[in-house]
C-alpha cells in the first residue's frame, strides 16, 4: 500500500470504512444487496448483525435482528426464539428466504441463515 | 385482490362464492377430489386438488401472488400449518385463520402467521353478550392482532356517565368515543354530547386502557 493509499486510508471516516467493507463482502458473495430488494421475492441478504432485540410477542418471544449490509437495513425474524447460537452484535451473516417490505425495510421471517467469517 | 383459501368444504367454498362475487380472483386448494367433484360447478372459481400444508403445492398454486390467504380447513393443525407457510415462505400480507376449536384460539396468533382469527363460538358469544348485556363493557372486534379493539357498552341507569358531557368524562388518551346510538338513532360522538342511560356507546381503546373505560362507563365491577 502506497503512502497515498495509507493517506486516504486514515483520512477516511470508520462509518465509511466499514460501511465499503460490508458492501464489499455482499457483492463477493453475490447477495442482493438491502435497497434493490423487491417486495416477496426469494432474497439472500449479506451484512452484519447490528442489534438484536427480544420481543415478548403473544405469550412466547421472538428474536428480531437488524442487519446491516452496507446499502442499508434488513430484519430477520425468528419466531419463538431468545437466542441463536454464534449469533450476536457484529457477526457477519448472511440469511435468504422470502422479504417483505411491509415494515418498509425488508424483513425475513424464520429465515435460513449461515454464519460468515 | 387475489385470495387463495385453503380448504373447500362448506365454509371455504361459502367464502370462494361471496369474494367472487365481491369481484375478487378466488382459488381454493382441496385435497379430496370427490370434494372438488361436487363444487367444480362453481363459476369463477379456481380448484386445485392440492394438500395445502404442502410447500410445493402452495407455490404451484401461486401464493407469492396472493394477497389474501384464509386457512378455512376443518381441521386447526392445518390451518395453522397453512398461516405459517403462508406468512414465512411466501410473505403473503394477509393471513386470516379459521379456529375450530375454542380452546385452540390461544394458538393463533403472529407467531403462527395469522392476522386475523376467526372462531366462530367466540364470535356467537360475543354476539349474544352483546344482544343481552346492559352496564357491562362487551369486546366486538380486535384489530390489529389484539392492540387495539372496538368495545360496547349499554348504559345501565346506575352509570357513572349519566348526565355527563363527553369531554367531562376523564376517557384515557387511548381510547376515544366512536358512535353513541340513541333510540336506533346514530350520534357521532362530540365533547358536547351527554349521556343517557340506554345509550349503546362505542368505544376503539387498547387493551391497556380497557380497565379504566370500564370504570368510567360501567354500572359496577363486573368481571
Known amino acids: 500500500m502506497g503512502i497515498k493509499q495509507v493517506v486516504q486510508r486514515l483520512r477516511t471516516p470508520t462509518e465509511e470504512l466499514d460501511r465499503s467493507k460490508?458492501?464489499?463482502?455482499?457483492?463477493?458473495?453475490?447477495?442482493?444487496?438491502?435497497?434493490?430488494?423487491?417486495?416477496?421475492?426469494?432474497?439472500?441478504?449479506?451484512?452484519?448483525?447490528?442489534?438484536?432485540?427480544?420481543?415478548?410477542?403473544?405469550?412466547?418471544?421472538?428474536?428480531?435482528l437488524v442487519i446491516d449490509d452496507g446499502h442499508g437495513l434488513a430484519t430477520a425474524v425468528f419466531y419463538g426464539r431468545r437466542s441463536i447460537a454464534?449469533?450476536?452484535?457484529?457477526?457477519?451473516?448472511k440469511v435468504s428466504g422470502r422479504?417483505?417490505?411491509?415494515?418498509?425495510?425488508?424483513?425475513?421471517?424464520?429465515?435460513?441463515?449461515?454464519?460468515l467469517d | 385482490?387475489?385470495?387463495?383459501?385453503?380448504?373447500?368444504?362448506?365454509?371455504?367454498?361459502?367464502?370462494?362464492?361471496?369474494?367472487?362475487?365481491?369481484?375478487?380472483?378466488?382459488?381454493?386448494?382441496?385435497?379430496?377430489?370427490?370434494?372438488?367433484?361436487?363444487?367444480?360447478?362453481?363459476?369463477?372459481?379456481?380448484?386445485?386438488?392440492?394438500?395445502?400444508?404442502?410447500?410445493?403445492?402452495?407455490?404451484?398454486?401461486?401464493?407469492?401472488?396472493?394477497?389474501?390467504?384464509?386457512?378455512?380447513?376443518?381441521d386447526d393443525e392445518?390451518?395453522?400449518?397453512?398461516?405459517?407457510?403462508?406468512?414465512?415462505?411466501?410473505?403473503?400480507?394477509r393471513v386470516i385463520a379459521r379456529v375450530n376449536h375454542p380452546q385452540n384460539e390461544w394458538l393463533f396468533n403472529e407467531t403462527w402467521g395469522v392476522d386475523v382469527a376467526v372462531s366462530?363460538?367466540?364470535?356467537l358469544?360475543?354476539?349474544?353478550?352483546?344482544?343481552?348485556?346492559v352496564g357491562s363493557l362487551v369486546r366486538l372486534l380486535q384489530l390489529e392482532?389484539?392492540?387495539?379493539?372496538?368495545?360496547?357498552?349499554?348504559?345501565?341507569?346506575?352509570?357513572?356517565?349519566?348526565?355527563?358531557?363527553l369531554k367531562d368524562l376523564a376517557l384515557p388518551r387511548d381510547a376515544t368515543f366512536v358512535a353513541v346510538l340513541r333510540r336506533q338513532h346514530v350520534i357521532v360522538p362530540r365533547g358536547d354530547t351527554v349521556l343517557e342511560a340506554g345509550d349503546e356507546v362505542m368505544i376503539l381503546s387498547t387493551p391497556a386502557v380497557e380497565p379504566e373505560v370500564r370504570t368510567l362507563l360501567a354500572a359496577r365491577p363486573t368481571r
Do not use: K
Open chain 2, 1 to 74: 385482490m387475489r385470495v387463495c383459501i385453503a380448504g373447500g368444504g362448506n365454509v371455504g367454498s361459502f367464502i370462494a362464492v361471496e369474494l367472487r362475487d365481491a369481484g375478487h380472483e378466488v382459488l381454493v386448494l382441496e385435497q379430496d377430489p370427490a370434494v372438488i367433484g361436487r363444487r367444480e360447478a362453481i363459476p369463477g372459481v379456481t380448484w386445485h386438488q392440492a394438500d395445502a400444508c404442502e410447500y410445493r403445492s402452495l407455490e404451484r398454486a401461486g401464493l407469492a401472488e396472493c394477497d389474501v390467504v384464509i386457512a378455512a380447513t376443518g
Open chain 1, 22 to 64: 460490508r458492501a464489499t463482502r455482499r457483492a463477493d458473495l453475490g447477495a442482493t444487496p438491502t435497497d434493490a430488494v423487491v417486495d416477496r421475492q426469494l432474497v439472500e441478504l449479506v451484512g452484519e448483525v447490528r442489534s438484536m432485540r427480544i420481543v415478548p410477542r403473544a405469550g412466547t418471544s421472538t428474536l428480531e
Open chain 2, 120 to 123: 366462530t363460538p367466540h364470535l
Open chain 1, 86 to 93: 454464534g449469533l450476536h452484535a457484529g457477526r457477519a451473516v
Open chain 2, 145 to 165: 392482532g389484539g392492540s387495539v379493539s372496538l368495545l360496547e357498552i349499554t348504559l345501565a341507569a346506575d352509570s357513572p356517565a349519566i348526565g355527563a358531557a
Open chain 1, 99 to 115: 422479504a417483505s417490505l411491509r415494515t418498509g425495510r425488508p424483513s425475513l421471517i424464520n429465515p435460513a441463515y449461515q454464519l
Open chain 2, 125 to 133: 358469544t360475543s354476539l349474544v353478550e352483546e344482544a343481552v348485556s
Open chain 2, 78 to 93: 392445518d390451518n395453522l400449518v397453512v398461516s405459517l407457510l403462508a406468512r414465512q415462505e411466501f410473505a403473503v400480507p
